[in-house]
């Protein structure tokens, strides 16, 4: 089995590129579906073929997992999903992709759109954990070492 996610991690890649911001954005470079999310054929070994977004597709190699293992309900019986912490629907860094409920996702879309003191620093990132401050809420994701800020009027 980590044949095949070696080999789709090589296949998805050839379908990325850096950004080029400071936040570390990975973009998509292959087909785009009509909601503007990246997409990927993918041949399960089990599952069979399936159409994979590709930010969940990240998220799936990441954890080899596959389609039929990805959550899709917490513990609490909420829908979940692959969230972007980035708040940049075409990003596919993992880095950036955590598996969160549907509210708490609109609760960061919310405070993207609310350009709430767009000449400071609004939300930002601390070793991969967001921070968002219009609604004092945080959101964990992997630690790491590094410190970015992500403004909220300049987020994709």
């Given at each position: 089995?980590e ?6 991690e ?7 590129k ?9 973009a998509?470079?292959g ?33 080899r997992?596959s ?11 909420n829908?979940?999903?692959c ?13 950036h992709?955590k598996?969160e409920s ?47 800020f992500l403004?909220?009027s300049l987020?994709?």
């Amino acid at each position: 089995m980590e044949d095949f996610y070696q080999d789709l991690e090589e296949r998805f890649l050839k379908k990325t590129k850096k950004m080029g911001n400071i936040h570390g954005c990975v973009a998509w470079d292959g087909y785009v579906n009509k909601l503007g999310y990246g997409v990927l054929d993918v041949n399960w070994p089990r599952e069979g073929a399936k159409k994979e977004r590709a930010h969940r597709l990240a998220y799936m190699i990441k954890e080899r997992i596959s389609h039929n293992d990805m959550p899709r309900l917490d513990e609490n019986n909420n829908r979940i999903e692959c969230s972007h912490l980035c708040l940049n629907k075409t990003c596919d860094n993992s880095e950036h992709i955590k598996l969160e409920s549907h509210a708490t996702n609109q609760e960061r879309i919310h405070c993207k759109g609310q350009n709430l003191l767009s000449y400071m620093k609004v939300c930002f990132i601390y070793k991969l954990t967001l921070f968002c401050h219009c609604n004092s809420s945080f959101f964990w994701h992997r630690d790491s070492p590094r410190l970015a800020f992500l403004y909220v009027s300049l987020a994709a």
